[in-house]
C-alpha cells in the first residue's frame, strides 16, 4: 500500500516539475522577447536538476530558448538523463 503512495506522489511530482521547468523556459523566451528582467540561469538550471530536466530540455527546443548556450545543449540532456535513470531505479521495484 506504501509503495503504490511512493509510486504515485513520484509520479505527481515528476509531472509537476517538468511542467514547471518547461513552463520557465516559455517564460523567460517571453520575457526576452520583451526585454524584460529574465529568469536566472541558475533558477532553469535548478528546475532540472530537482527533477524537470526532460521538461526543461523540451522547452529548450520548443521555444528555441538557450539553445546556443553549451552549457544548455550539454548540461540539461546530461541532466534528464539522470533524472530519467533516478526515477526509474527509484520505482524499479515497485511498478
Same mark, same amino acid.
Request: charged share 20%; proline share 2%.
Given at each position: 500500500m506504501?509503495d503504490?503512495?511512493?509510486?504515485y +506522489?513520484? +509520479?505527481?511530482?515528476m509531472?509537476f516539475?517538468n @511542467?514547471t521547468?518547461l513552463?520557465?523556459f516559455k517564460?523567460?523566451?517571453?520575457?526576452?522577447k520583451?526585454?524584460?528582467?529574465?529568469i536566472s540561469?541558475?533558477?532553469?538550471? @535548478?528546475?532540472a536538476? @530537482?527533477?524537470?530536466?526532460?521538461? $526543461?530540455v523540451?522547452?529548450m527546443h520548443?521555444?528555441?530558448h538557450?539553445?546556443?548556450?553549451?552549457?544548455?545543449?550539454?548540461? %540539461?540532456? %546530461? +541532466? $534528464?538523463?539522470?533524472n530519467?535513470?533516478?526515477?526509474?531505479? %527509484? @520505482?524499479?521495484?515497485?511498478?
Amino acid at each position: 500500500m506504501l509503495d503504490q503512495y511512493f509510486v504515485y +506522489i513520484t +509520479i505527481i511530482y515528476m509531472l509537476f516539475i517538468n @511542467l514547471t521547468s518547461l513552463l520557465l523556459f516559455k517564460r523567460d523566451k517571453s520575457l526576452a522577447k520583451k526585454g524584460k528582467r529574465r529568469i536566472s540561469e541558475k533558477t532553469l538550471f @535548478l528546475s532540472a536538476l @530537482l527533477g524537470g530536466g526532460p521538461g $526543461a530540455v523540451l522547452g529548450m527546443h520548443l521555444f528555441s530558448h538557450k539553445t546556443k548556450k553549451v552549457a544548455f545543449q550539454l548540461g %540539461l540532456p %546530461l +541532466i $534528464a538523463i539522470v533524472n530519467v535513470i533516478v526515477v526509474m531505479m %527509484l @520505482l524499479k521495484d515497485l511498478i
